[in-house]
Antibody
Framework: EVQLVESGGGLVQPGSSLKLSCVAS????????MNWIRQAPKKGLEWIAL????????YYADSVKGRFTISRDNSKNTLYLEMNSLRSEDTAMYYC???????WGQGVMVTVSS | DIQMTQTPSSMPASLGERVTISCRAS??????LNWYQQKPDGTIKPLIY???NLQSGVPSRFSGSGSGTDYSLTISSLEPEDFAMYYC?????????FGSGTKLEIK
């Protein structure tokens, strides 16, 4: 069974940092590009970052460029999102998803508030 | 950036009805178009990839079509579990972009 399990979310203050993880199982993680996608409360889906299967290329939405870093460790079947200088507008459910193959996690909530 | 215009934003429909949701890209996306279903609990289910290919396990009442800038998702006969939000997404170029969503509601 394919699983993507996100963790690392929580309530943080503006300006702080947080690192999300997404552990994959049930498919060959190292063969797939991976995305982070978020959804603010009562809003639509917003893509924020993509990393190629071998980490050779990374792409970011303008809204997070320079503040967020996507990375992966294929030996651990894990995708990461390091988030710095967090703002209230970063409050959202964060999902990891394969670039192809149709694999999505259940999401992890990040709340940025003082 | 490629803008994805999804219509309608909401759609009341009845069980057994055939419905179509549309998505228009601001420029050609070479069929690099996905469709997703989101349930009220937040669970996202990929339905269709590359315009018209069903993801594994997706019922055959779902179908996708289109080319160039215009794409659509059709549900041939609505089942109770189909009432949900639907999103299109282009992956032709970065930034990947989503449509604003269609809420399929029971009439």
């Amino acid at each position: 069974e394919v699983q993507l399990v996100e963790s690392g979310g929580g309530l943080v203050q503006p300006g702080s940092s947080l690192k999300l993880s997404c552990v994959a199982s049930g498919f060959t993680f190292s063969n797939y590009g991976m995305n982070w996608i978020r959804q603010a409360p009562k809003k639509g889906l917003e893509w924020i970052a993509l990393i190629y299967y071998d980490s050779s290329n990374k792409y970011y939405a303008d809204s997070v460029k320079g503040r967020f870093t996507i990375s992966r460790d294929n030996s651990k079947n894990t995708l990461y999102l390091e988030m710095n200088s967090l703002r209230s507008e970063d409050t959202a459910m964060y999902y990891c998803a394969s670039h192809i193959g149709g694999y999505w996690g259940q999401g992890v909530m990040v709340t940025v508030s003082s | 950036d490629i803008q994805m215009t999804q219509t309608p934003s909401s759609m009341p429909a009845s069980l057994g009805e055939r419905v179509t949701i549309s998505c228009r890209a601001s420029q050609g996306i070479s069929n690099y178009l996905n469709w997703y279903q989101q349930k009220p609990d937040g669970t996202i289910k990929p339905l269709i990839y590359y315009t018209s290919n069903l993801q594994s396990g997706v019922p055959s009442r779902f179908s996708g079509s289109g080319s160039g800038t215009d794409y659509s998702l059709t549900i041939s006969s609505l089942e109770p579990e189909d009432f949900a939000m639907y999103y299109c997404q282009q992956y032709d170029s970065s930034p990947l972009t989503f449509g604003s969503g269609t809420k399929l509601e029971i009439k």
